[in-house]
């Protein structure tokens, strides 16, 4: 197919001036592509990326519905960002018949786990592109995806699958603030039993009102609730203490995040293994972002390289409630020494991110 069938074709699905959209397309630069309404976290800190290794026309295809949500400043970058909204269809139709071929790099942050997707049997054939797919579970990478692309994760386990471990985190400049006299907890994603165990949350929660220890205050962001976690906290005396704010904007949620403490990602060995072996969890990019210090349980933090320096780290969900207590009674020169230590971990992960970006492009 021509590059003048090309564009006849893409101007079929076109739903707005097709002339500005030629105009705007960066003729060997590169292509960020999300066609779903969800890891929005993650496009930001590829844009970061991608402009610090010197690439200076970066454009954004993404799910309409997702770009309502504002996962995007472009005020954060130095460079104009182009930024193209369709649904899930059109995307697919823009990628299938060719759209890519105007570009030197395509990242695609989100493909389709069924094998059968018609984006990732498009990208089997060969193309003049570069394609890096980001896989956020292990598990949905086969043979044929090793061979046609160049794969990233958020997270390098121990696994054979050569793989490339790029954690994308950036949401802007956020300086330091000193421990707030009200402790702030925060926690991100859906609510359900198979991402996070509540009920330790919960049951803490009571024991932190029973032993009078009130000057705290969880925020809980997401959408999906599990209908018995909904049930369990349905007490009017945790209105006080838990605030659900249910799916909001990206920039309402960065807000909520920069003004809190401690981040609790809820993690549980017995429930949670495939976060140890096959796929991550966003809340780690939101911690590296905010430098805001986590509670994590020890076997999650010896796997995320988290420490006693930049964390507090739980054996059980006994201790959990320990830990809450601990941090709510933290003096502030602890808290701007565990923001300190985290703040070199995070630079220590950008480092090896753009090393191996680098890598990629360098092919």
Same mark, same amino acid.
């Given at each position: 197919m021509n590059n003048y069938l090309y564009i006849f074709k893409i101007y079929q699905f076109c739903s707005y001036n097709f002339f500005n959209f030629l105009r705007e397309i960066n003729k060997n630069e590169i292509l960020i592509i999300e066609k779903y309404d969800f890891h929005g976290e993650c496009i930001p800190g590829f844009i970061k990326y991608f402009q610090d290794l010197g690439y200076k026309n970066i454009d954004i295809l993404i799910n309409i519905k997702l770009n309502k949500l504002k996962p995007l400043n472009i005020s954060f970058f130095n460079n104009k960002i182009n930024i193209f909204e369709y649904s899930s269809q059109k995307i697919d139709n823009f990628i299938t018949l060719g759209m890519c071929n105007f570009y030197k790099i395509c990242l695609f *942050?989100?493909?389709? !786990?069924?094998?059968s997707?018609? *984006?990732?049997?498009?990208?089997?054939?060969?193309h003049k592109f570069k394609k890096l797919i980001v896989f956020h579970e292990l598990f949905n990478i086969n043979k044929k995806d090793i061979l046609n692309y160049n794969i *990233?994760?958020?997270k390098k386990f121990q696994t054979n699958i050569p793989v490339y471990?790029?954690?994308?985190? !950036?949401f802007g400049e956020? =300086? !330091?603030?000193? =421990?707030?006299? &009200?402790t702030n907890f925060i926690i991100v994603g859906n609510i359900q039993?198979?991402? =996070?165990n509540f009920l330790i949350l919960f049951d803490s929660i009571e024991k932190l009102i029973n032993n009078k220890i009130l000057n705290f205050h969880i925020t809980i962001v997401g959408g999906k609730i599990e209908n018995k976690i909904k049930i369990l906290f349905n007490k009017a005396y945790l209105s006080k203490y838990v605030t659900f704010t249910g799916r909001i904007s990206y920039d309402i949620m960065y807000k909520y995040i920069s003004k809190s403490d401690f981040f609790l990602p809820l993690l549980d060995p017995d429930q949670h293994r495939l976060y140890l072996s096959e796929k991550t969890s966003g809340s780690f990019q939101l911690v590296y972002g905010f430098n805001i210090p986590i509670i &994590?349980?020890?076997i999650f933090a010896e796997k995320y390289e988290f420490n006693n320096s930049n964390s507090i780290i739980y054996d059980n969900n006994h201790d959990f409630f320990n830990k809450l207590n601990y941090s709510i009674n933290m003096k502030n020169d602890e808290y701007i020494y565990l923001k300190k230590n985290l703040k070199k971990m995070k630079n220590n992960i950008e480092k090896k991110s753009i090393n191996n970006l680098k890598l990629i492009l360098n092919k």
């Open positions: *942050i989100t493909l389709e !786990f069924k094998k997707d018609k *984006i990732r049997l498009y990208l089997y054939n060969k *990233i994760v958020l471990e790029v954690n994308p985190h !950036f956020y =300086k !330091f603030h000193n =421990k707030s006299k &009200i039993s198979y991402r =996070k &994590i349980q020890k």
